[in-house]
């Protein structure tokens, strides 16, 4: 490979805290006093997914886990985002991209999410999962994205009910002192149960859909899954977002740059083009 020289070096060096170029699997981003970060590596087992944190909106850490999982049609069970091939923090946004996530060349994928420090031990994060159907034909896939939300810092004695959202599914837990309501916008439907029935569930062999089943959960480690089931013409996307408020109510969608991203994150990526040498097509 050749090396990067010069000025193009200087560039990418300064760029590696946006975008690494070697996603590493572990970033934040952070409004006002409002954090929410991934804390360890992009894979996930019937025991564990992706630990995040989500602090500066309430007594301790508000959230222990959340991730994203698809099924394509006639897949025999559902299958994680694995680690990313690109992955930009940036301020209050943050974004994770996959070139061939399923390694078919059925659809890329993009997800980006962005943080705001919404008052006083209040925040908000908004997350957008984009899947670009690359085929050349319809796709037809499953999105299931799964959260574990430890409020105040604990678990066990969380309460979760059923909201009231024209935009889509919401969730309303709460325990003794703090609230979260998580939506997700046009989903399909939902699922809530205890930690960690629902993950074993979505990492198991077999087929898993989702039912609206599991409220209301009274005093526990409750976990909360929704599920997108929809059809992507060739050569189209579909984006599937998601809200939590800590402590906080809701925010019209209008308010976040996700799953669109902000001038900056353009900027580093026009940057990091340029510093990365053109190709030799005679040594191709």
């Known amino acids: 490979m050749s090396k990067i020289l010069g000025w193009k070096a200087l ?3 300064s760029l590696t805290a946006i975008s690494p170029l070697a996603a590493s699997a ?24 992706v630990d995040v944190a989500f602090t500066g909106a309430g007594t301790g ?12 049609s006639g897949g025999t069970r559902e299958s994680v985002f694995a680690n990313p091939d690109i992955e930009l923090y940036s301020g209050s946004y943050g974004r994770l991209d996959w070139n061939d ?9 993009a997800l980006s999410f962005e943080v705001f420090d919404s008052g006083t031990n209040q925040g908000n994060l908004f997350q957008n999962l984009r899947i670009h159907n690359t085929s050349g034909s319809d796709l037809t ?16 004695n969380d309460r979760a009910t059923l909201g009231s959202n024209p935009d889509g599914i919401q969730i309303d837990l709460r325990d003794s002192t703090q609230t979260a309501p998580i939506v997700g916008y046009g989903a399909s439907s939902y699922r809530v149960t205890q930690y960690s029935q629902l993950l074993q569930d979505l990492t198991d062999t077999g087929v898993d859909n ?3 089943t599991g409220l209301p959960l009274n005093n526990r480690d409750v976990t909360v899954g929704f599920q997108w089931s929809v059809t992507i013409g060739a050569g189209g996307y579909r984006d599937f977002m998601s809200q939590f408020g800590s402590n906080a109510p809701l925010l019209d969608p209008t308010v976040t740059i996700v799953p669109e991203p902000g001038t900056a994150i353009l900027m580093g990526l026009g940057l990091l083009l340029l510093a990365i040498p053109p190709r030799d097509e005679a040594a191709a």
Do not use: C, K, Q
């Open 11 to 13: 560039v990418l060096s």
């Open 26 to 49: 572990i970033g934040n981003v952070t409004a006002g006093d409002v954090t929410f970060g991934y804390t360890n590596d992009f894979t996930t087992t019937a025991s564990n997914t």
């Open 61 to 72: 850490d508000m959230a222990f886990e959340s991730w994203w999982f698809y099924r394509v």
């Open 101 to 109: 996530p399923a390694g078919s060349g059925l659809f890329a994928a």
């Open 141 to 156: 896939i499953d999105i299931f994205h799964y959260s574990d939300l430890d409020l105040g810092g604990t678990a066990g």
């Open 210 to 212: 989702l039912s609206n």
